[in-house]
């Protein structure tokens, strides 16, 4: 259940709030029609704060989305993505701050903010009971797409979300997952041209992750704007256009995922020796093909050298081996992952380490260096594998 909601959907809430029932001139309400004056940047926030207490959630963040596209708000738990969707969909007011979305201002246009929005919160709002059909069918009523239009989204949505056999069930007899997909199906309803996801394939199984993907790239592909959060690299990797790295209320990094991953630095070859004593001999004898300076793990029996030209290093690398009869368990090209840029940033890994560690490190990298912090945080956590 979310934090702020609890009972009706998110939409539903919003349309309250926002004197429910929606204006009949709404957008939603004229069919869905964009007419509005969608300005180049669907969401735009300039220094964004927000305290509770001692706690500072938000800290001076800064975004822009252009139209149609993806922003991944990326960071572990705690890091304030909830704060931000919370402030940017109006049912939070930040400390200081201003923002607009879909061409409203949040603090003082929230109504109008509301319509043109979708939201799906970090827990699935739904009523639990009513069944999934009748939750879309109230929210499609609530949005004033007439009875019957309301009926076929509902019965469109639940196809797509693959819960048309669970369709007719009061959903407190559904599963997390389910709920959680009934939930994002509410978000849709009413085709809004924004749409706020918070963590919206967490508890999803891997199918279901794979088909939320898909339905939001298809969402994108017709122009919607989406601003999701999400703890999972691949995820902002697979569907972000730009990503924002933020940690304990900070933005730390931002970027498309490969400027992301330049910055923790190229491909690298990675390879296991089976024996140890051979690691030296080895380090000699492959450091003309590395690009930079090269690491080595006496524990893992581990080499490391960062390297440019694909699988070329590779194969020179295992002709090397193969002449002086030096044997490899392992050998492979490894090119960095947004956990490894995490890693990097932070200090921290993104999911787990986070409450562990506490106090992020130093940020390495926030002026593109890498350092021995960032080596290190790398190593930390491959021994914590
Ligand atoms: N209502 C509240 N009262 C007090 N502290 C809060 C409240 N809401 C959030 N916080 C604190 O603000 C910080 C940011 O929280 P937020 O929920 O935005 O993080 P998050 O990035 O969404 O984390 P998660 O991945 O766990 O959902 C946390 O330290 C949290 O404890
Ligand atoms: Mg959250």
Known sequence: MARSLSGPPVQVVALMASGYPAPENSWAARGGARTFDVVSHAIQAVGLAKRYG???????VSLEVPAGTVLGLLGPNGAGKTTCIRILTT??????????????DVRREPGLVRERIGVSGQYAAVDEYLTGFENLDMIGQLYHLGRRRSRERARELLAKFRLEDAADRPTKTYSGGMRRRLDLAGALVADPPVLFLDEPTT??????RLDMWEVIQTLVGGGTTVLLTTQYLEEADQLADDILVIDHGR?????????LKRQVGGERLEIVMTDVTELARARRLLEPLATGPVTQDERTRLLVLPTAGGTGPLVDALHLLDDARLSVDDIGVRRP??????????????????EADGAAAPLAGQ????????????ETARESR
């Open 203 to 208: 508890g999803l199984d891997p199918r279901s």
């Open 337 to 354: 992952t947004l956990d490894d840029v995490f890693l990097a940033l932070t200090g921290h890994a993104a999911v787990d380490g986070a």
């Open 367 to 378: 002026d593109g260096r890498p350092g021995e912090h960032r080596r290190h945080a790398r």
């Open 54 to 60: 001692e706690v500072v959630a938000l800290d001076d």
């Open 251 to 259: 933005t730390i990094a931002r970027g498309s995922a490969d400027q």
């Open 91 to 104: 049912l939070l007011r930040a400390d200081a701050g201003e923002a607009r979305v879909a061409g409203a």
